[in-house]
């Protein structure tokens, strides 16, 4: 089992930034790779960004490609979406979650990001 809880969401102007935070426990947190993911109203849920478990791979989608980061703290079980320039369309409920481990991934509960225009 993996529990994960992000924060850092919020209400931001267009062109602004927010750094999510998405803290596991559960597991040695080293041991997996981390995605997260976000969801719009009425839209389905959308892959953002994935790092490796020592942190020395990403991939992100297009449209966040050169203004979102991922990054990841083993040592304080924590990964992180720095996202800068953001846009309205990047208002949605954002998800970290985990790669498969065994025969299931883990979610967390989201944190809602509002970019007003």
């Known amino acids: 089992q993996v529990q994960l809880v992000e924060s850092g969401g919020g209400l931001v102007q267009a062109g602004g930034s927010l750094r999510l935070s998405c803290v596991a426990s559960g597991r040695t947190f080293s041991n997996y790779g981390m995605a997260w993911f976000r969801q719009a109203p009425g839209k389905e849920r959308k892959f953002v960004a994935t790092?490796?478990?020592?942190?020395?791979?990403?991939y992100y989608a297009d449209s966040v490609k050169g203004r979102f980061t991922i990054s990841r703290d083993n040592a304080k079980n924590t990964v992180y979406l720095q996202m800068n320039s953001l846009k309205p369309d990047d208002t949605a409920v954002y998800y970290c979650a985990t790669e498969v481990i065994g025969s299931s991934n883990y979610w967390g509960q989201g944190t809602q990001v509002t970019v007003s225009s």
């Open positions: 790092i490796s478990r020592n942190g020395d791979s990403t």
